[in-house]
């Protein structure tokens, strides 16, 4: 038996291809956001809390902020780097 069809033999209808597609890259957005988001906050912690406490200091939280700043428009730059060239059919 074909583990992807109906045990009762009922014509389930299967989704169109547009819908998978949007499924699916709906699902890397969210993943890549979550990673996104993982990395600035594992680097720039890193990189700008050396000494943990209950509160952020100024220069820490001004440092976090300058950081992530940074980091998004370097992702931004590679992203668009990437993007273009990739060829295009038409």
Same mark, same amino acid.
């Given at each position: %038996?074909? *583990?992807?069809?109906?045990?009762?033999? =009922?014509? &389930?209808?299967? *989704?169109? *291809?547009? =819908? /998978? #597609? +949007?499924? &699916?890259?709906?699902?890397?957005? +969210?993943? @890549? =956001?979550? +990673?996104?988001?993982?990395?600035?906050?594992?680097?720039?912690?890193?990189?700008? &809390?050396?000494?943990?406490?209950?509160?952020?200091?100024?220069?820490?939280?001004?440092? #976090?902020?300058?950081? /992530?700043?940074? @980091? %998004?428009?370097?992702?931004? #730059? $590679?992203?668009?780097? /990437?993007?273009?060239? $990739? *060829?295009? +059919? @038409?």
């Amino acid at each position: %038996m074909d *583990p992807f069809s109906s045990s009762s033999g =009922a014509n &389930v209808s299967q *989704p169109s *291809p547009e =819908a /998978v #597609i +949007e499924q &699916v890259q709906r699902h890397l957005a +969210e993943a @890549y =956001a979550e +990673e996104l988001f993982n990395t600035v906050r594992d680097k720039c912690f890193m990189k700008c &809390v050396t000494k943990p406490s209950s509160s952020l200091s100024g220069s820490e939280s001004s440092c #976090i902020s300058r950081c /992530v700043d940074r @980091y %998004m428009e370097a992702t931004g #730059i $590679i992203s668009r780097a /990437v993007f273009n060239s $990739i *060829p295009r +059919e @038409y």
